[in-house]
C-alpha cells in the first residue's frame, strides 16, 4: 500500500533546530512532494515543495531562509529543516505526494499522517 | 492572493450543500483548483483536483465547478450523507507558492 509516513517531531525550544523527515514506501520516489503544516485547531498552511529530482525548491514566506528543505531518493525520504524555530511553527507537520492530473495541473494526492511539531521553552 | 471560504456550513443528510471559495485576486480560472477533505484528526485528502475532476475512489454525489463572474469555485455535495462531515479545503497555486482557503467545517445534523 503506497503510503507517506513523517517522523522527526518533537518539543523543541524556540530558536532551536529540528529536522523531520518524510519515507514514501510501495511506489517509485519520482515525485515532487510538499510540507503542509497545520496549527492546533487551525487551516493547512503550504510551506515547502521539492521536485523529484531535488532541482526546485520554494518555500512560503512564513520560513523562507529558516528552513530547508532535501532529498535523498536513494532512501526514498524527504526532509525539512527546520531552523530557528519559534512558537508560531507549532504545528502538525504533513508531507505529501504531487501528482499530475488528467489535464496536466498537479495535485497532492496522498498525504502521511503527519509529525507533531511543539516549539515551548 | 487568498482564497476565501466560509467558516463553516451546515445541512441536513439527503440535502445539498455548496460550499464556496473565492480568489482574491487575478482570475479564479489563471489556475487549477482542488478541494480537500480533512476529517478530524485524520490527514487531509484529495476530493476534486483540476477544477472539477473527481479523485480515485471519490463518489460521484462530489462535484465542482469555477465561475468566472464571482472569481471563485465551488464544491457540491449531493445528496449529504453523515460520513460527509468534516472540513473542507479548497487550494490553487502561482507558480511558486500554494495557497489553501481558510477550510468549511461541514456539519450534517
Known amino acids: 500500500q503506497e503510503q507517506l509516513v513523517e517522523s522527526g517531531g518533537g518539543v523543541v525550544q524556540p530558536g532551536r533546530s529540528l529536522r523531520l523527515s518524510c519515507v514514501a514506501s510501495?511506489?517509485?520516489?519520482?515525485?515532487?512532494i510538499h510540507w503542509v503544516r497545520q496549527a492546533p485547531g487551525k487551516g493547512l498552511e503550504w510551506v515547502a515543495f521539492i521536485s523529484d529530482d531535488g532541482a526546485t525548491q520554494h518555500f512560503a514566506d512564513s520560513v523562507k531562509g529558516r528552513f530547508t528543505i532535501s532529498r535523498d531518493n536513494s532512501k526514498d525520504t524527504v526532509y525539512l529543516q527546520m531552523s530557528g524555530v519559534s512558537p508560531a511553527d507549532t504545528a502538525m507537520y504533513f508531507c505529501?505526494?504531487?501528482?499530475?492530473?488528467?489535464?496536466?495541473?498537479?495535485?497532492?494526492?496522498?498525504w502521511g499522517q503527519g509529525t507533531l511539531v511543539t516549539v515551548s521553552s | 492572493f487568498m482564497l476565501t471560504q466560509p467558516h463553516s456550513v451546515s445541512e441536513s443528510p439527503g440535502k445539498t450543500v455548496t460550499i464556496s471559495c473565492t480568489r482574491s485576486s487575478d482570475s479564479i480560472g489563471d489556475s487549477f483548483v482542488q478541494w480537500y477533505q480533512q476529517r478530524p484528526g485524520s490527514a487531509p485528502t484529495a476530493i476534486i483536483y483540476?477544477?472539477?475532476?473527481?479523485a480515485s475512489g471519490v463518489p460521484g454525489r462530489f462535484s465542482a465547478s469555477i465561475d468566472r463572474s464571482s472569481n471563485s469555485a465551488s464544491l457540491t455535495i449531493s445528496p449529504l450523507q453523515t460520513e460527509d462531515e468534516a472540513d473542507y479545503y479548497c487550494?490553487?497555486?502561482?507558480?511558486?507558492?500554494?495557497?489553501f482557503g481558510g477550510g468549511t467545517k461541514l456539519a450534517v445534523l
Open positions: 510501495d511506489f517509485t520516489f519520482n515525485y515532487g
Open positions: 483540476e477544477d472539477n475532476q473527481r
Open positions: 505529501a505526494r504531487y501528482v499530475v492530473g488528467v489535464k496536466g495541473g498537479y495535485y497532492f494526492d496522498l
Open positions: 487550494q490553487s497555486y502561482d507558480g511558486t507558492s500554494w495557497v
